[in-house]
């Protein structure tokens, strides 16, 4: 028969190992998910769609200082990720929108409370030319 205090410990002892595999799982996706979002402008251009549907040409007005070619690979990978969505309409003209995906939708909450810890703990400090 096993004692409380060893069997205490065979629990604490899974439940430490589950817990590794959680933290390191978490850390795996959260790894993923930088990766992914710290490319430059991905995060920008997300942001920018979650006001809407928008073409080509408004949505690098709205993104002031991306290029052509940047955008167009930016909406590349987030449309091959399933964030973005593009719509094709038959013209003429032929024109394409960009719209959130559902999985771009549900990214919005945390980029907000990312955004929202950047303002309280990442002052902005104006680079020096």
């Given at each position: 028969?096993?004692?409380?205090?060893?069997?205490?410990?065979?629990?604490?002892?899974?439940?430490?190992?589950?817990?590794?595999a959680?933290?390191?799982?978490?850390?795996?996706?959260l790894?993923?998910a930088?990766?992914?979002?710290?490319k430059?402008?991905?995060?920008?251009?997300l942001?920018?769609?979650?006001?809407?549907?928008?073409g080509?040409?408004?949505?690098?007005?709205?993104?002031?200082?991306?290029?052509?070619?940047?955008?167009?690979?930016?909406?590349?990978?987030?449309?091959?990720?399933?964030?973005?969505?593009?719509?094709?309409?038959?013209?003429?003209?032929?024109?394409?929108?960009?719209?959130?995906?559902?999985?771009?939708?549900?990214?919005?909450?945390?980029?907000?409370?990312?955004?929202?810890?950047?303002?309280?703990?990442?002052?902005?400090?104006?680079?020096q030319?």
């Open positions: 028969m096993k004692s409380s205090t060893s069997e205490g410990a065979e629990i604490q002892g899974k439940s430490s190992v589950s817990c590794v959680a933290v390191s799982a978490c850390d795996e996706a790894a993923r930088f990766r992914f979002l710290g430059r402008w991905s995060g920008v251009i942001g920018t769609l979650a006001n809407g549907p928008v080509f040409a408004e949505l690098r007005r709205r993104v002031a200082g991306i290029s052509d070619s940047v955008l167009a690979e930016r909406l590349s990978d987030l449309q091959v990720a399933g964030l973005v969505l593009r719509d094709v309409q038959p013209g003429p003209p032929v024109s394409v929108t960009y719209a959130l995906a559902p999985a771009g939708s549900a990214l919005l909450p945390a980029m907000h409370e990312l955004s929202v810890w950047a303002s309280v703990n990442l002052p902005f400090t104006e680079v030319p």
